[in-house]
């Protein structure tokens, strides 16, 4: 089926149906008959629609084009990269990874049910073997085909004829059902100000890449997130000297437990917060210790109230001298750095750890009810927006443990929206009924911190639930099992 346009460029058939024959492995990955086939038979009058639009071929835009495929949902991809992978793809021109870069949670955790990770990789896989596998997964479902690669969506809107919407690429304007908007979360760097100059170098932890930057030089690290204290490990081998510019303080989750990846360890009903952030809590006393011995304030928050740290090597080098804890940052001071307790040091390299925006720059903010950095858009189930029926977002969640499985589901429930449209239209209704009702209690009882990165957060077992329960909402309609 191809994709209609108003460019005369020839673009790629928009992938759509599959057939039966069955793939044994792919990557070493096994791949069922019953996986590539469609979840519901073709509407006769889809025929000529247009096909939505998926910006991005990460996991979120993959999971997306897969389940626009399943359920028979034409669709047309535009990706920046040369290839899929996302942030994963070390030499896409937005990719945040660096060499050293693994996962924080275990591959059983994040892995797409649908296309387990192979045995061979390991149980925090590195960029390469994500790579790999976000390959492996689109050459299994045919998904490469659909996609535009090299190419730039520089801007999305509405049609003003009221005929679908136009997406703007260096190519010229392609005409679509809707967008799904899936570039990701951490593209964009947020970068701080302070006052006073620096007169070394300054470079966000997405500009990193290899530990050589660091011979020799006096480093600075402002941030102590996940990155940054990777970067942080990465950098005592190879500095002179290695400080961590912290201004609240952490919980450190070790990798393992009891010789087991620790997020396979509590798959089961989830224990009410209290009760979960008492025992783990505990737990993490036994295992890590209290990191404020090693510099840390204490955190002014309970564990999972915000994205805890799984890195416990930082406080392996802590303990060896190799690193020091600083207060927050006052003000750059030529060649140094002024502390907000008094105190300063010289330094050569400054890194910030300062994570990320959101950002959708082909987008107009209001369409997704956003007032920009510092916020989150206001979406139902951070993916439906009141403003347009033909705009979502994929991947606007983070989420401890959500792994790439809730954003496969994400992308599940819109699939199943549009194709309710045609084939159960009352149950489409009633569903944008809830999109533009209350919001629905994500946090699962967690009281998360009121930063940036906290405002789209959500507790997985809460957000799943609520996803998969309007998944089946709409699958009975039009007749499918739960």
């Not at 034409?74 to 994963?88: I, T």
């Not at 021109?93 to 061979?120: C, G, N, Q, W």
């Amino acid at each position: 089926m191809s994709a209609s346009m108003t460019s005369s460029e020839p673009i790629p058939d928009s992938p759509s149906v599959y057939g039966s024959d069955t793939i044994e492995t792919i990557g070493g990955q096994p791949v069922s008959n019953e996986a590539i086939m469609p979840v519901m038979a073709a509407n006769p009058s889809d025929a000529q629609a247009y096909p939505y639009a998926v910006i991005g071929a990460g996991p979120s835009g993959l999971a997306a084009a897969r389940n626009l495929q399943r359920y028979d949902v034409p669709w047309r991809g535009y990706e920046l990269a040369d290839g899929v992978g996302g942030l994963w793809n070390i030499d896409g021109p937005r990719s945040t990874v660096y060499d050293s870069a693994h996962l924080i949670s275990s591959k059983r955790t994040t892995e797409f049910a649908e296309f387990p990770m192979a045995d061979r990789v390991a149980d925090y896989p590195s960029h390469r073997e994500l790579f790999d596998y976000f390959n492996d997964f689109a050459d299994a479902f045919g998904l490469r085909a659909g996609f535009s690669f090299g190419t730039e969506v520089l801007s999305a809107r509405p049609a003003e004829d009221g005929d679908g919407w136009l997406v703007t690429t260096p190519t010229g304007e392609h005409r679509h059902a809707g967008v799904i908007a899936a570039n990701g979360t951490l593209s964009e760097p947020a970068v701080p100000t302070f006052p006073g100059h620096f007169d070394g170098e300054v470079l966000h932890t997405s500009a990193y890449k290899s530990p050589s930057i660091f011979a020799g030089k006096r480093v600075l690290i402002i941030g102590a997130g996940n990155s940054g204290c990777d970067i942080a490990v990465d950098a005592v081998h190879h500095a002179a000297s290695v400080d961590m510019s912290v201004r609240r303080g952490y919980y450190f989750v070790p990798k393992y437990l009891f010789g087991k990846p620790a997020d396979t360890l509590n798959q089961g009903r989830p224990l009410p917060p209290r009760i979960k952030q008492a025992i783990d809590t505990r737990v993490l006393k036994m295992f890590t210790g209290d990191p404020v011995r090693f510099g840390f304030p204490k955190p002014d928050y309970k564990i999972y109230e915000s994205h805890p740290i799984v890195n416990t090597l930082v406080l392996h080098h802590l303990g060896h001298g190799d690193l020091q804890i600083r207060p927050d940052v006052e003000a750059w001071d030529g060649a140094g750095v002024r502390f907000r307790d008094g105190t300063r040091d010289d330094y050569d390299l400054i890194v910030l750890a300062t994570g990320y925006h959101l950002h959708y720059p082909y987008l107009d903010p209001q369409l997704l009810r956003w007032s920009g950095s510092g916020s989150a858009p206001d979406l139902y189930l951070n993916i439906f927006t009141q403003e347009d029926p033909n705009l979502f977002v994929m991947g606007m969640i983070e989420a401890s443990g959500i792994g790439w499985q809730g954003r496969y589901e994400q992308a599940e429930l819109i699939a199943a929206y549009l194709r309710a449209r045609h084939d159960a239209p009352a149950a489409a209704a009633d569903f944008e009924r809830r999109i533009a009702g209350p919001r629905p209690d994500l946090s699962g009882g967690y009281h998360y911190l009121g930063i940036e990165r906290m405002a789209y957060y959500v507790n997985k077992d809460a957000y799943r639930t609520a996803v998969r329960a309007e998944i089946d909402r709409l699958r009975v309609s039009q007749g499918a099992t739960p």
